[in-house]
C-alpha cells in the first residue's frame, strides 16, 4: 500500500487491509458502523445460511479493490496518492445510504418516489457527521458527496469508472464476497487480473487485449449469480413478503420517510423485522403485515407456481410489467378467478441490465480495448456484439414469477394458466 497505514482489518475474502487515518475516521463514524446492520443479500440467508455478512465488510473490500486498482494505474494514467486516497474514500462511502435489508427497501422506496440509495448516500456525505471528518482532513464533502457514487464532475470520468459500472471495484468485490459466504462458486473470478490489466485510454479505463477473457468472465460470473442467487426463487419469495409487509406498514411506522436522517439510521434489519413482527392488529393492512413478517422471521415462505425467465435484447423495449398498476390488475385478477384473498397472491418481475451500467448510467455498450505491440499502445472500441460470449447475453433480464401461499397453490397454478392464456401473456413476454 503506498499511502500510509494506521491500521488494518482482517478480511475473510482479501486477508488483511490496511487503512489510513482518514479512512479509519470515517470508518469509526456511526454512518459506516450502522452497516454492520445491515445484510448485504437481504433475505437470502434463509436459503443460503452462510448468507449473513453485511454492507460494512462489502465497503471496506470495496475500498481496498479500489485502492488496488487505482494504485495499478498511477504509473500510466498521472493520478496522484492525493486521488487514489480519494478513490478509497469514495468507495468506502458508496453504499452508506442503503435501507434496512439493503436493496429491498429500495422496492419500498420506488413505491413512493425516485429516492434511490445512490440519493440517501449524498445527503448522508453533506448532513451527518461524515461531512466534519472529510472536511477535517482536507476533503470537499460536495466533491466526495458526488464521487461516492460514481458521478463526480471534478475527476477524470476514469476515477469514477472505479467507483460504478462494469469496471467497478463494487461489482469485483461482491461477486467474490456473495460468492463465499453463499457458498456459490459462480463468482469466483480473477480480479486480479482484470485490476492489473487496466489502463487509461483517453481519460476512460481499458482493458488489454490478452486480459479481454478475464472481463468476459466477470460479466458472466455477474449473470450467473443474478440467476442463482440474487434472483433466486426462494430468496425472492423471501423477499417480496418483505417488501409487501414494508409496503402495508409504511404508513404506520414512516419507513420511506426521509424528512429525519436521524430516524432513517435507526432502521437497520432487525429493528425493522421487530417493528413489523409487533404491528398493532388494529387494521387489516397491519394485520397482513405482521403475519407476513412473522412467516419471514419463521421461514414460512409463499411457493412460485408460475415462472418464465425472459431475455430482452433491446433497452427500447418496454416490459410488460413493468407498471405498477399493470402488476396490480393481474394479481387482482388472478385473486378472483382462483377465488383466493388477493392478498394471497404475488406478482414479481426482478429485471437486472444483464451487463451493468456504465458509472453515468448508461447502457454499456462496448468495452476499450488495448493492443499492445512493441511497446506501442493502440486502443480500439469493440461493440459487445462482436464479442460472443457478452452478446449472448446483452440486453436485459427478467424473471416473471407468480407466488401464493401453500394452501392456496394449485388453485392460483390453475388461475394463472387460464388467465395468462386468455391475455395471450405467455408469447407477449417471449420479446
Given at each position: ?126 448532513e451527518t457527521s461524515i461531512h466534519e471528518v472529510l472536511e477535517r482532513n482536507g476533503f470537499s464533502a ?201 392478498m394471497q397472491v404475488f406478482l414479481d418481475v426482478p429485471t437486472t441490465p444483464s451487463v451493468p451500467y456504465t458509472s453515468s448510467k448508461e ?69
Amino acid at each position: 500500500m503506498i499511502l500510509k497505514s494506521v491500521a488494518e482489518i482482517r478480511d475473510p475474502v482479501h486477508g488483511y487491509i490496511k487503512m489510513t487515518g482518514v479512512e479509519r475516521d470515517l470508518i469509526d463514524t456511526p454512518i459506516v458502523q450502522r452497516l454492520r446492520r445491515v445484510h448485504q443479500l437481504a433475505g437470502s440467508y434463509l436459503v443460503y445460511p452462510g448468507a449473513v455478512h453485511t454492507r460494512f465488510e462489502h465497503v471496506v473490500g470495496a475500498m481496498h479493490l479500489a485502492g488496488q486498482t487505482a494504485e495499478s494505474l498511477m504509473s500510466t494514467s498521472g493520478i496522484s496518492q492525493d486521488q487514489v486516497q480519494e478513490i478509497r474514500i469514495a468507495s468506502l462511502l458508496h453504499d452508506i445510504g442503503h435501507g434496512p435489508f439493503s436493496h429491498i427497501y429500495e422496492e419500498v422506496l420506488a413505491a413512493k418516489s425516485e429516492v434511490t440509495h445512490e440519493d440517501i448516500s449524498q445527503r448522508l456525505v453533506l448532513e451527518t457527521s461524515i461531512h466534519e471528518v472529510l472536511e477535517r482532513n482536507g476533503f470537499s464533502a460536495k466533491k466526495m458527496s458526488q464521487f461516492a457514487v460514481g458521478m463526480a464532475n471534478k475527476v477524470p470520468p476514469f476515477m469514477n469508472e472505479i467507483i460504478a459500472g462494469g469496471f467497478s471495484a463494487d461489482i469485483m468485490d461482491y461477486l467474490l464476497r456473495d460468492s463465499y459466504f453463499t457458498g456459490v462458486e459462480y463468482g469466483k473470478v480473477d480480479i486480479r487480473r482484470v485490476m492489473d490489466s487496466l489502463q487509461v485510454a483517453k481519460r476512460r479505463l481499458a482493458v488489454e487485449e490478452a486480459a479481454l477473457h478475464a472481463f468476459e468472465a466477470l460479466l458472466l460470473a455477474r449473470y450467473e449469480m443474478f440467476k442463482a442467487v440474487y434472483f433466486h426463487r426462494t430468496v425472492r419469495a423471501a423477499e417480496l413478503m418483505l417488501v409487501q409487509s414494508m409496503k402495508l406498514a409504511d404508513d404506520e411506522l414512516g419507513l420511506t420517510d426521509l424528512s429525519d436522517l436521524g430516524y432513517y439510521l435507526e432502521l437497520t434489519d432487525e429493528i425493522v423485522l421487530h417493528k413489523l413482527a409487533t404491528l398493532p392488529p388494529s387494521t387489516r393492512k397491519l394485520r397482513e403485515a405482521r403475519r407476513l413478517a412473522l412467516d419471514f422471521r419463521n421461514r414460512n415462505l409463499v411457493k412460485c407456481v408460475f415462472e418464465k425467465v425472459v431475455q430482452r435484447r433491446d433497452q427500447m423495449v418496454s416490459n410488460l410489467f413493468a407498471k405498477e398498476r399493470v402488476r396490480e390488475q393481474v394479481r387482482i385478477e388472478l385473486a378472483e378467478v382462483a377465488g383466493v384473498d388477493r392478498m394471497q397472491v404475488f406478482l414479481d418481475v426482478p429485471t437486472t441490465p444483464s451487463v451493468p451500467y456504465t458509472s453515468s448510467k448508461e447502457t454499456f455498450n462496448s468495452v476499450r480495448l488495448v493492443h499492445v505491440e512493441n511497446a506501442k499502445n493502440t486502443v480500439k472500441s469493440i461493440p459487445l456484439s462482436e464479442l460472443p460470449l457478452i452478446s449472448s447475453i446483452a440486453g436485459f433480464m427478467d424473471i416473471l414469477r407468480i407466488y401464493t401461499t401453500p394452501e392456496n397453490r394449485r388453485s392460483v397454478e390453475r388461475a394463472t394458466i387460464k388467465v395468462f392464456k386468455n391475455k395471450n401473456f405467455i408469447t407477449k413476454v417471449s420479446i
